[in-house]
């Protein structure tokens, strides 16, 4: 019965994200294509710090760095996915980099360094104005054209942005379900444990923060065609704030987190512009409460609830019970 | 030479103020184990609190910087601590770290939706004549800046080393489960550190909002380098968030006037990056004590 | 399991969010940056906006038509102003008033273009104008026109052989400081210090340390308010002697507010200025501003008044809701005090959507600004 409710499920979802922008404004079709490309964004950090447990406060940056490769490489005169591959590539091999101090540093530590990171990308964009355009930026780059699918109309860009987001998830999928997913998972449970049962910690670490930079490089590949202008204020720490609340809001450690966190964070503000000047105000207090009462996100609400409604498992007291993939 | 000196006194007043933020900021990481990404809003909030005072209940100067003090320590104090920190810290860092994040940004919309958007003038609370050194100005501001920070560490250190509550918080933080077995209270202790931190950073609001001006934006920069202030100097003392403060404060002016003013801000991320790498403890700090 | 199915209803409410609409009323889009770093800026021009609209509808309307201002925030954000500007058109907006930081402007005025929607903007990047948007309209002149107007100045009346220049990192300043750097090698001036600092900065004391040893016989001052308030004060703290010019913010009634003495003798080119207040109607605004709001206007809030009433007054010109009439209208078009009294000073757009007024050089003199000169429309 499950195994073919999920399916089915997963089938409805996709029914919905194709059926989502028919007879909406271009407005509504805008904000659905950056929940999308967020998504991806979250799910690069999900990766990161919902399975291998390393914190990351540096997404925006890789974002700006796939954003800028694709950006230079189109105006150019690359064809997009041409563009995207060198892109992918960069913030691959920079991630891994970072991921260096994450063998030495954890936790709080490991926050700041990345955060640095971030800003010291800001100001490297900002400054070097004769590649990135410095403070003004880059501006024009065109949207991919496939002959006979062009994505210059904003309904054709959604559905070239969830066409990416589907595969994507589906290499997510296949990377958290492969050994390797497993090795991450071990990491964050316990690493000396997982070191001693043969696991490579050093790899595995290094990997999570690679793959997790990647997917950032591909949102922010993403937004370049998309908004058609980028500038460093639209990659500075605060946007890597938001990509680790949507993961958190979203409940990391799971595999659709990323999607419902990105959708809330990205919505709820739209869906309090009616107060006004209150809203930020309003929309961070409610991260607040959230936060009080279900720290393990949304999708930790309904495992709190079915276990009141339909009872829990019986479990052994003394092994802690973390959110796995189902 | 009277350029090198101007800027290394101007400096060394900025960067007593940073260490004044960073020092609540390691109190409050010791009791806690709390990074409060809304430190530099902490900061910003109460010079509003004694506009208020002054504009809205009509106080005196004095008046309105005891109000705010005791409006500080009360929010920023004993309400973050209970309301924010104790129900979060137990479902761990992130957790506490984004809401503290969402803290901030709901400090500086409040401060905007309330107060207004616009920068607001602050009045001095010490004479600001210029004084001459060699060639140098400085006011007298400035030197209280440095002097007060002094003035801070030294009674802070005394306090923890030499009082009967002090040493119980440092226990407190060292070892909370055999302190709690002592008879230390050490609920009340961790309470004192969020009272504390809420109370030096009026005391920082209060001397550098003249000179900054009360914006609801103004935390953004300076939370920022209070952490790499304390984590440079070293998490776990006092006189390391002192040294971290008036290092970065020195440096940074250093950077922008004889190496690249575009580039300054870089300068205090590199070094945070290099001593987290290299040295995790701080330039002052010992690997394994832990005191308060 | 089920949590697919709150997937799911969160995009069903996603897509249930539609807009209602009236069809008895003109929607004019107000989009700025009410919150993040651009909000001082981005408030002025909402109410500046809202004084405005309350007299048109005062007045009748537009074309009968009472005028609704939807507010819409970019956060200061680019891509989040592209994405309101979109989401005002859908909402039926016939014209659209903002935004103000150039970046967020260039984003966002490209889907205006495709709408062919109307957009008063209170930019003042050159490049706006240079993009070959018909659509697109200045509220103030912009850095290119503005910046070269204080260049007699420097050359004439302070005779300046060297210069030094402190400006605010960020699109506004480096816009200024470019055009200003490209002005003073024009005519052979040099530029001896050249010194930015960063947005929101508080520390100036390098800053002020720099050009006080650089040796320049005036300094050209380009930074937003706070920043400008804040190194005026570092700069009478070190005693800069030369004189400090810059081009609008300098002699703001905020800017004296928040410096205090310090802000005494600093110069600046202003266009439009609530100081000018011997023109009858800034007075008049001014006066209304300040029972409205309780705080002076800056010039944001002038530019936005100006805006909205351009928006009226082209509108009823045309006859008609139409964009792409209005922006055919607004090319060479100059709307004179004496018959569009709300304009406050004659202002005439060329075929681009730059704009050109009168302008005054403004002194601050025992903590007033004090108008010495007016620099004609060029």
Same mark, same amino acid.
């Given at each position: 019965?499950r195994?073919?409710l999920?399916?089915?499920?997963i089938a409805?979802l996709l029914?919905?994200?194709i059926?989502?922008?028919?007879?909406?404004?271009n407005?509504?079709?805008?904000?659905?294509t950056?929940?999308?490309?967020?998504?991806?964004a979250s799910m690069?950090?999900?990766?990161?710090?919902?399975y291998a !447990?390393?914190?990351?406060?540096?997404q925006?940056?890789f974002?700006?760095?796939?954003?800028?490769?694709t950006?230079?490489?189109?105006?150019?005169?690359?064809?997009?996915?041409?563009a995207?591959?060198?892109?992918l590539?960069?913030?691959f091999?920079?991630?891994?980099?970072?991921g260096?101090?994450?063998l030495?540093?954890?936790g709080?530590?490991?926050?700041?360094?990345t955060l640095a990171?971030?800003?010291l990308v800001?100001?490297?964009?900002?400054?070097?104005?004769w590649?990135?355009?410095?403070?003004y930026?880059?501006?024009?780059?065109?949207?991919p054209?496939f002959?006979?699918?062009?994505?210059?109309?904003?309904?054709?860009?959604?559905?070239f942005?969830?066409?990416?987001?589907i595969?994507a998830?589906?290499?997510?999928?296949?990377?958290v379900r492969?050994?390797?997913?497993?090795a991450?998972?071990?990491?964050?449970?316990?690493?000396?444990?997982?070191?001693?049962?043969g696991v490579?910690t050093?790899r595995i670490?290094l990997?999570?923060?690679?793959i !997790?930079?990647a997917?950032g490089?591909?949102?922010?590949?993403?937004?370049?065609p998309?908004?058609?202008?980028?500038?460093? !204020?639209?990659?500075?720490?605060?946007?890597?704030?938001?990509?680790?609340?949507?993961?958190?809001?979203g409940?990391?450690?799971?595999?659709?987190?990323?999607?419902l966190?990105?959708g809330?964070?990205?919505?709820?503000p739209?869906?309090l512009r009616?107060?006004?000047g209150?809203?930020?105000i309003?929309?961070?207090?409610?991260v607040?409460?959230?936060?009080?009462?279900?720290p393990k996100?949304?999708?930790?609400?309904?495992?709190?609830?079915?276990?009141?409604?339909?009872?829990k498992?019986q479990i052994r007291?003394d092994?802690?019970?973390?959110?796995?993939?189902? | 030479?009277?350029q090198?000196?101007q800027?290394?006194?101007?400096?060394?007043?900025?960067?007593?103020i940073?260490a004044l933020?960073?020092?609540?900021?390691?109190l409050?990481w010791q009791a806690?184990q709390?990074v409060?990404?809304?430190q530099?809003?902490?900061v910003?909030?109460?010079a509003f609190?004694?506009?208020?005072?002054m504009?809205?209940?009509g106080?005196?100067?004095a008046?309105?910087?005891?109000?705010a003090l005791?409006?500080?320590?009360v929010?920023?104090?004993?309400v973050?601590?209970?309301l924010i920190?104790?129900p979060?810290?137990?479902?761990g860092g992130?957790s506490?770290?984004?809401?503290t994040?969402?803290?901030?940004?709901l400090?500086?919309?409040?401060?905007?939706?309330?107060?207004?958007?616009?920068a607001?003038?602050?009045?001095?609370?010490?004479?600001?004549d210029p004084?001459h050194v060699?060639?140098?100005?400085?006011?007298?501001q400035d030197?209280?800046?440095?002097?007060?920070?002094l003035?801070?560490?030294?009674?802070?250190?005394?306090?923890?080393?030499?009082?009967r509550?002090g040493?119980?918080?440092?226990?407190?933080?060292q070892?909370?489960?055999?302190a709690?077995?002592?008879?230390v209270?050490?609920?009340?202790m961790i309470m004192?550190?969020?009272l504390?931190n809420?109370?030096?950073a009026?005391?920082?609001?209060?001397?550098?909002?003249p000179v900054y001006?009360?914006?609801?934006?103004?935390?953004?920069?300076?939370?920022?380098?209070?952490?790499?202030?304390?984590?440079?100097g070293g998490?776990?003392?006092?006189?390391g968030?002192?040294?971290?403060g008036l290092?970065?404060g020195?440096?940074?002016?250093?950077?922008?006037t004889?190496?690249?003013?575009?580039?300054?801000?870089?300068?205090p991320?590199?070094?945070?990056i290099v001593?987290?790498l290299?040295?995790?403890?701080g330039?002052?700090g010992?690997?394994e004590?832990r005191?308060? | 399991?089920?949590?697919?199915?709150?997937?799911a209803?969160?995009?069903?409410?996603?897509?249930?969010?539609?807009?209602?609409?009236?069809?008895?009323v003109?929607? @004019?889009?107000?989009?700025?940056?009410?919150?993040?770093a651009?909000?001082?800026?981005g408030?002025?021009?909402?109410d500046?906006?809202k004084?405005?609209?309350?007299?048109?509808n005062?007045?009748g309307?537009?074309l009968?038509?009472?005028?609704?201002?939807?507010?819409?925030?970019?956060?200061?954000?680019?891509q989040?102003?592209?994405?309101?500007?979109?989401?005002?058109i859908d909402?039926?907006?016939?014209? @659209?008033?903002?935004t @103000?930081?150039s970046?967020?402007?260039?984003?966002?005025?490209l889907v205006?273009?495709?709408?062919?929607?109307?957009?008063?903007?209170?930019?003042?990047?050159p490049?706006?104008?240079?993009?070959?948007?018909?659509?697109v309209?200045?509220t103030?002149?912009?850095?290119?026109?503005?910046?070269?107007?204080?260049?007699?100045?420097?050359?004439?009346?302070l005779?300046?052989q060297?210069?030094?220049?402190a400006?605010?990192n960020?699109?506004?300043?480096?816009?200024g400081?470019?055009?200003? =750097?490209?002005?003073?090698e024009?005519?052979?001036?040099?530029?001896?210090?050249?010194?930015?600092?960063?947005?929101?900065?508080?520390?100036?004391?390098?800053?002020v340390?720099?050009?006080?040893?650089s040796?320049?016989?005036?300094?050209?001052?380009?930074?937003?308010?706070?920043?400008?308030a804040?190194?005026?004060?570092?700069?009478?703290?070190?005693?800069?002697s030369?004189?400090?010019?810059g081009?609008?913010?300098?002699?703001?009634?905020?800017?004296?507010?928040?410096?205090?003495?310090? #802000?005494?003798?600093a110069?600046a080119?202003v266009?439009?200025?609530a100081?000018a207040?011997e023109i009858p109607g800034?007075a008049?605004?001014?006066?209304?501003f300040v029972?409205?709001?309780?705080?002076?206007p800056t010039h944001? #809030? @002038?530019?936005?008044?100006?805006?909205a009433? =351009?928006t009226?007054?082209?509108t009823e010109k045309?006859?008609?809701?139409?964009?792409?009439?209005?922006?055919?209208?607004?090319?060479?078009?100059?709307?004179?005090?004496?018959?569009?009294?709300?304009?406050?000073l004659?202002?005439?757009?060329?075929?681009?959507?730059?704009?050109?007024?009168?302008?005054?050089?403004?002194?601050?003199k025992?903590g007033?600004?004090?108008v010495i000169?007016?620099?004609? #429309?060029?």
């Open positions: 019965m195994s073919l999920r399916p089915f499920l409805l029914l919905a994200a059926v989502a922008p028919i007879g909406q404004g407005y509504i079709t805008y904000v659905l950056s929940w999308l490309i967020f998504s991806i690069g950090l999900n990766l990161t710090l919902g !447990g390393q914190i990351s406060l540096a925006a940056s974002m700006a760095i796939g954003a800028y490769t950006a230079l490489l189109t105006l150019a005169g690359w064809h997009w996915m041409a995207l591959v060198p892109a590539l960069l913030c091999v920079i991630g891994l980099v970072l260096y101090p994450a030495r540093v954890k709080h530590f490991l926050a700041f360094v990171f971030n800003t800001f100001l490297v964009l900002r400054n070097e104005d590649l990135t355009g410095g403070n930026g880059l501006v024009g780059m065109p949207r054209d002959g006979f699918f062009s994505t210059m109309k904003q309904h054709n860009f959604y559905y942005t969830l066409a990416i987001t595969v998830a589906a290499i997510m999928w296949w990377i492969s050994p390797w997913g497993r991450f998972k071990a990491l964050r449970e316990n690493p000396i444990r997982a070191e001693s049962l490579d050093r670490t990997l999570a923060f690679a !997790g930079s997917y490089g591909l949102a922010g590949a993403l937004v370049t998309l908004v058609q202008f980028i500038e460093p !204020g639209s990659f500075a720490v605060a946007h890597s704030f938001r990509i680790l609340l949507m993961v958190v809001v409940g990391a450690g799971f595999f659709f987190g990323p999607f966190g990105a809330v964070v990205i919505l709820l739209e869906m009616f107060t006004e209150y809203y930020l309003i929309y961070a207090a409610l607040i409460l959230m936060l009080v009462f279900t996100g949304l999708i930790g609400v309904w495992d709190l609830l079915r276990n009141r409604l339909f009872g498992a007291a092994v802690k019970q973390e959110p796995t993939l189902k | 030479m009277s090198f000196l800027v290394l006194l101007s400096g060394l007043a900025t960067g007593s940073y933020v960073a020092i609540g900021f390691t409050v806690a709390t409060n990404f809304a530099g809003e902490f910003m909030v109460p609190f004694v506009l208020v005072g504009h809205v209940l106080f005196p100067l008046l309105a910087v005891g109000f005791l409006a500080s320590i929010v920023l104090g004993f973050f601590k209970k920190v104790e979060i810290l137990p479902s992130i506490l770290i984004i809401a994040m969402a803290l901030g940004i400090l500086r919309e409040s401060v905007k939706e309330f107060y207004g958007a616009e607001q003038p602050f009045p001095p609370l010490f004479p600001t004084i060699f060639g140098a100005v400085v006011s007298m030197l209280l800046n440095l002097v007060i920070s003035g801070v560490v030294i009674l802070l250190t005394l306090f923890l080393n030499r009082t509550t040493r119980s918080m440092q226990a407190a933080a070892n909370p489960a055999v709690e077995i002592l008879g209270d050490v609920k009340r004192y550190a969020f504390i809420a109370a030096l009026a005391l920082a609001s209060f001397l550098i909002t001006l009360a914006k609801f934006s103004n935390g953004e920069t300076l939370g920022l380098v209070a952490f790499i202030a304390a984590i440079v998490f776990n003392q006092i006189r968030a002192l040294v971290g290092l970065i020195v440096l940074d002016n250093f950077v922008a004889y190496i690249t003013a575009e580039y300054r801000a870089a300068l991320l590199i070094l945070l001593i987290i290299l040295r995790p403890q330039i002052m010992t690997s004590g005191a308060v | 399991m089920n949590r697919k199915i709150l997937l209803l969160s995009t069903a409410l996603l897509m249930g969010v539609s807009s209602v609409q009236a069809q008895d003109a929607k @004019i889009a107000m989009v700025a940056e009410l919150s993040g651009g909000a001082p800026a408030t002025n021009w909402r500046g906006i004084i405005a609209i309350e007299e048109i005062a007045d309307g537009i009968g038509k009472q005028v609704e201002l939807p507010e819409y925030d970019t956060q200061t954000d680019p989040v102003s592209r994405a309101m500007v979109q989401k005002a909402d039926g907006a016939f014209a @659209i008033l903002g @103000i930081y970046g967020s402007t260039l984003v966002n005025m205006a273009q495709q709408s062919e929607i109307p957009q008063f903007v209170g930019s003042e990047a490049t706006i104008v240079q993009k070959g948007n018909p659509f309209f200045r103030s002149s912009g850095a290119q026109k503005g910046v070269p107007a204080l260049v007699p100045y420097f050359t004439d009346t005779k300046a060297k210069v030094g220049i400006w605010v960020n699109e506004f300043g480096k816009g400081r470019d055009v200003f =750097a490209a002005e003073m024009k005519i052979g001036i040099e530029v001896i210090a050249d010194v930015p600092s960063e947005q929101g900065a508080t520390d100036y004391a390098s800053d340390a720099k050009l006080k040893d040796g320049a016989d005036a300094v050209f001052v380009y930074m937003n308010q706070e920043e400008a804040r190194f005026l004060i570092e700069a009478k703290k070190q005693g800069l030369m004189p400090l010019v081009e609008v913010t300098l002699t703001e009634a905020k800017v004296i507010e928040l410096a205090g003495g310090a #802000a005494e003798n110069i080119h266009g439009v200025t100081t207040t800034i008049e605004f001014n006066e209304k029972a409205q709001f309780k705080r002076n944001d #809030a @002038i530019k936005g008044y100006i805006g009433w =351009a009226k007054y082209v045309v006859g008609e809701f139409d964009g792409a009439k209005f922006a055919d209208a607004m090319k060479n078009l100059c709307l004179p005090v004496a018959e569009y009294p709300r304009m406050l004659d202002t005439c757009w060329d075929e681009t959507g730059e704009m050109s007024r009168p302008s005054f050089m403004v002194q601050v025992d007033a600004p004090v000169g007016t620099v004609p #429309a060029n």
